[in-house]
């Protein structure tokens, strides 16, 4: 099998988990630390574009486990982690990986944020080395072994 055809396996798999525990993921520091990891990956190259912003807003508003938050409130907070992140990428990575933190003594919000990560990371086919650093970052920031995850 494919390396892609695996990862493609692996993101339908967490996307899985991930509906199986909605209930459990509703907290505020859950949904910051969700579109602080949307805002990570989607500018892991050091720059957002608008198409780019565009794309992982419309999974954001698409995917199922966020559904338990208000569209608008999550665009809203996504926005602000993006601004942060292209305004200064490496003072925005710091704060946005703090805001990461927060949920690091909730196991199961941890791991979600993660698996949040690697879904958005391979939406769109790719989920390329600099996606797969910053979810590893997520992982450090979170105490969670990165291999836990094959990153």
Do not use: H
């Not at 805002?39 to 807003?57: F, K, N, P, T, Y």
């Not at 949920?103 to 993660?114: H, N, S, Y």
């Not at 769109?124 to 990153?151: H, Q, S, W, Y």
Request: aromatic share 8%; charged share 25%.
């Amino acid at each position: 099998m494919a390396l892609w055809d695996r990862f493609k396996d692996s993101a339908a798999t967490m996307q899985g988990q991930l509906v199986a525990k909605k209930n459990e993921l509703k907290s505020g520091g859950f949904r910051d630390a969700s579109m602080a990891m949307c805002a990570l990956v989607a500018a892991a190259d050091g720059s957002i574009d608008a198409s780019e912003r565009q794309r992982v807003a419309s999974l954001i508003a698409t995917n199922d486990v966020l559904q338990n938050f208000p569209a608008d409130d999550l665009q809203a907070r996504f926005n602000d982690y993006c601004q942060k992140l292209t305004a200064d990428f490496d003072f925005g990575k710091v704060s946005v990986l703090q805001t990461i933190g927060k949920v690091a003594k909730k196991p199961t919000e941890a791991r979600a944020v993660i698996q949040i990560g690697i879904v958005i990371g391979g939406a769109d086919g790719d989920f390329d080395k600099e996606e797969r650093l910053v979810v590893r970052e997520a992982c450090f920031a979170l105490g969670i072994n990165p291999a836990e995850f094959d990153l």
